[in-house]
């Protein structure tokens, strides 16, 4: 897929594709009114196919699916839990009483088989939607760990903005990566802007420092976890950088000269958690940038999250990102 020409087409490709390829998506916060408004809008709009797990009597939205998961498992999803849980030796009971929280309910769905990929925390907590899916999806074979990133759509009128939209990673989940960890977040979502966006990745690593400006066995970590992903990256990256020294090319080429990625980065790991979590608000708050997110990468399939301040549309927007993953993955249950 060719890169966007501006911000909002960026967006506005990823709605398109959901609406080719019409996964299935399980809303587990059915009874929120937020989430019955997108919900209502997405089957309208033809992005997916939608179930919302909930009371059927409290929910209205014409063309979902609605299950209530205080009736009775069917044996699919048992199954599931069983085979997801079974280092903890749970019986059947145990299965039943489980599923009749909708986080996890819905994420044994798709671990079954019965939806593509769920979406939770309009209500509940970042720690509770992760654990369903750690527990019921699990993480990728090949998946180091499981991180988060930030979709950024940056504004039109941005005078120097390197890209229409951004990958921003880690600024949901994990709070201080060391080195090794650092690196496999920035495979991760260069691999995750590869798969959204449709184009190459330019890595940045972000720091107070750029090239050696500043000394600290932090700056270090980031120069190591530049080591290290250099090893087996087949996309272009460079660190530790500033922000600005990633972001301006006009102070790229001041404090960054011949950088592959300094001036152009598309994608930018943050250090931590302080960093990334602060910076995607700020970038959201006073830019006036587009978030989306958190999104989950390294989950063996697409399970995401959303802040419990999102609007309709936020869960829209992630409705239109997780298709997408179900595309990169090839997994989407048939």
Same mark, same amino acid.
């Given at each position: ?7 909002? !087409? ?8 959901? *609406? ?10 059915? *009874? ?64 039943? $009483? ?31 939607? %992760? ?33 229409? $939209? ?60 530049? #080591?290290?992903? *250099? ?12 922000? #600005?020294?990633?972001? #301006? ?40 940038? !587009? ?13 995401? #999250? ?14 239109? %990102? ?13």
């Amino acid at each position: 897929m060719l890169a966007m020409p501006n911000a909002m !087409t960026a967006l506005a490709a990823l709605h398109d594709r959901a *609406r080719q390829a019409r996964h299935r998506i399980v809303l587990p916060e059915g *009874r929120d009114p937020r989430v019955q408004d997108a919900a209502g809008r997405a089957v309208r709009d033809g992005l997916a196919e939608i179930t919302l797990l909930g009371d059927p009597g409290a929910i209205d939205v014409p063309g979902a699916n609605v299950v209530d998961p205080r009736e009775p498992a069917p044996d699919i999803l048992i199954d599931a839990y069983l085979t997801a849980r079974a280092r903890k030796h749970p019986t059947r009971d145990d299965a039943v $009483a489980a599923l009749r929280d909708p986080l996890t309910c819905a994420a044994a769905m798709v671990r079954a088989g019965q939806a593509d990929g769920t979406i939770g925390g309009a209500v509940a907590t970042t720690s509770d939607t %992760v654990r369903a899916a750690l527990q019921m999806i699990g993480t990728a074979p090949d998946a180091p760990l499981v991180s988060s990133f930030f979709l950024m759509i940056l504004p039109d009128a941005h005078p120097t903005r390197p890209a229409e $939209a951004m990958v921003f990673s880690d600024c949901g989940l994990v709070i201080d990566p060391d080195a090794a960890q650092l690196a496999a977040i920035a495979g991760q979502a260069a691999a995750s802007a590869r798969a959204l966006l449709g184009t190459d990745p330019k890595v940045a690593f972000l720091s107070f420092s750029t090239k050696g400006s500043a000394h600290h066995s932090h700056v270090n970590k980031v120069t190591q976890a530049l #080591d290290i992903a *250099r090893e087996t990256a087949d996309f272009e990256l460079d660190g530790e950088l500033q922000f #600005d020294a990633a972001f #301006d090319g006009g102070v790229a080429a001041s404090k960054a000269p011949g950088s592959p990625t300094a001036g152009r980065a598309n994608v930018l790991v943050f250090p931590d958690l302080d960093a990334g979590n602060i910076g995607y608000k700020i970038a959201q708050r006073i830019g006036g940038a !587009t978030a989306i997110g958190p999104v989950l990468q390294g989950l063996a399939k697409p399970a995401n #999250d959303l802040s419990r301040g999102c609007t309709a549309q936020d869960i829209i927007d992630m409705i239109a %990102v997780t298709s997408a993953q179900i595309d990169a993955t090839g997994e989407a249950a048939q």
